[in-house]
């Protein structure tokens, strides 16, 4: 199948949606489609068979994009539309493959020349925005509405998460096949990494989140935790890899503020391909996460890799992880640095819900698992195409 796939992020970055972007990328080459990708232009080169990347005019006024709804992301939103409509003029595509709001181009595109759309869908968009602009909750209504015609004019919809899944299943008829994501160890070489311990001189409990540190992680609550048993636990070490150089800047001024502060280590982020070698160094992985309802992509990195995981106890893990495989707490400093120092005083727990976690990602969540979904969904796709293109001819 020809497909056009909308991508508007920069692409291709070591980040959660260009990571799962280049992942099924790499599976639809692998099925024997022809893709042509419209992405932003930032980005890394990115090489596969059949696939070609096109960006849209470099703006230099426009640098360094992050994640979620920004006056830059919106700015190169439109642009990707009209370039996107001057593709579908001429592509004659079976299908439009759009991630996150490309949807709304992919909507538009359907309406003027029927080319059918599958949602690829990490989040509701309308609680996202307002999420990050509270101030814009009087517009949550509208914003669902739109959300939900996108929806239901898809061919079919791609969530990353069961919860997801089935919050718009109630919304649509259309197939609904959901793509989570993976261990990113799967498919990367364990190189070497930073070596922490002897970089950072440490030598105790090393506590490791990796990610970046927008709000929605949970960064606050993560600092103030560690405050909390710093005293409790004095050899152990909390170690923050990724950021970029104003969130670090701020997150590393707030830390010398809480007790145990001289503990806390900001390492930047650190390539994808040394992830292996980076969570293989910590005794403790953390996901202290605060809102959302898609499963961080590194949750799953951190079952691969064998190390005991302790994460806030609401649906953005809980939909993947359990206590028998990690270590779960309410989203307050308290009960959080509490469940953290009884992983800091118990290694044999540790280890039993670290091997526990790396069966259940060698079981369920390998890049072989996720290409049979895509297979399915794309074989399912094939058919739909074919019998809409046969009764238009029929009709004709």
């Known amino acids: 199948m020809k497909i056009l796939l909308l991508a508007p992020e920069p692409f291709y970055?070591?980040?959660?949606?260009?990571?799962?972007?280049?992942?099924?990328?790499?599976?639809?080459?692998?099925?024997?489609?022809?893709?042509?990708v419209l992405t932003y232009h930032e980005g890394m080169e990115f090489t596969l068979p059949n696939v070609s990347l096109h960006r849209i005019p470099r703006m230099p006024w426009i640098r360094s994009i992050r994640p979620g709804l920004s006056l830059?992301?919106?700015?190169?939103?439109?642009?990707?539309?009209?370039?996107?409509?001057?593709?579908?003029?001429?592509?004659?595509?079976?299908?439009?493959?759009?991630?996150?709001?490309?949807?709304?181009?992919?909507?538009?595109?359907?309406c003027l020349f029927r080319i059918p759309y599958v949602y690829d869908m990490d989040s509701l968009l309308s609680r996202q925005i307002v999420d990050a602009y509270p101030r814009l909750k009087f517009m949550l209504p509208l914003l669902r509405g739109l959300e939900r015609i996108a929806v239901r004019n898809a061919d079919a919809v791609a969530p990353v998460c069961r919860q997801l899944a089935d919050e718009i299943q109630k919304w649509?008829?259309?197939?609904?096949?959901?793509?989570?994501?993976?261990?990113?160890?799967?498919?990367?070489?364990?190189?070497?990494?930073?070596?922490?311990?002897?970089?950072?001189?440490?030598?105790?409990?090393?506590?490791?989140?990796?990610?970046?540190?927008?709000?929605?992680?949970?960064?606050?609550?993560?600092?103030?935790?560690?405050?909390?048993?710093?005293d409790?636990?004095?050899?152990?070490?909390l170690v923050i890899a990724g950021g970029d150089d104003k969130t670090i800047a701020a997150y590393k001024a707030r830390s010398k503020t809480y007790n145990g502060g001289d503990r806390v280590h900001f390492i930047g982020p650190q390539p994808v391909r040394q992830l292996g070698g980076l969570l293989s160094q910590a005794d403790i992985l953390v996901s202290p996460r605060i809102r959302g309802n898609n499963t961080?992509?590194?949750?799953?990195?951190?079952?691969?890799?064998?190390?005991?995981?302790?994460?806030?106890?609401?649906?953005?893990?809980?939909?993947?992880?359990?206590?028998?495989?990690?270590?779960?707490?309410?989203?307050?400093?308290?009960?959080?640095?509490?469940?953290?120092?009884?992983?800091?005083?118990?290694?044999d727990l540790r280890l039993r819900l670290g091997e526990a976690a790396r069966r259940k990602a060698e079981e369920e969540h390998s890049y072989s698992r996720l290409k049979q979904q895509i297979r399915s969904l794309y074989g399912w796709l094939d058919e739909h195409v074919s019998r809409k293109s046969l009764a238009a001819s029929e009709a004709s």
Do not use: W
């Open 172 to 230: 649509t008829s259309a197939r609904v096949c959901i793509l989570q994501d993976i261990s990113l160890l799967d498919i990367n070489p364990d190189t070497e990494a930073i070596p922490i311990r002897d970089r950072l001189k440490i030598d105790g409990t090393v506590i490791l989140y990796v990610g970046n540190l927008e709000f929605y992680q949970g960064i606050d609550l993560l600092l103030q935790s560690f405050a909390h048993i710093a």
């Open 232 to 237: 409790s636990a004095p050899d152990s070490y």
């Open 296 to 347: 961080p992509m590194k949750i799953y990195s951190y079952l691969h890799s064998g190390r005991v995981i302790l994460a806030t106890a609401l649906p953005t893990h809980t939909q993947v992880l359990d206590e028998e495989v990690s270590a779960l707490a309410d989203p307050d400093f308290v009960a959080f640095g509490e469940k953290m120092l009884e992983l800091i005083d118990h290694p």
């Open 72 to 110: 830059a992301k919106i700015l190169c939103d439109i642009v990707l539309a009209f370039k996107a409509l001057r593709f579908a003029v001429r592509g004659n595509y079976g299908c439009i493959h759009a991630v996150e709001e490309s949807v709304f181009i992919a909507l538009f595109l359907k």
């Open 13 to 36: 970055l070591d980040r959660g949606t260009p990571i799962a972007v280049g992942l099924l990328l790499r599976a639809l080459a692998e099925r024997g489609d022809v893709v042509d």
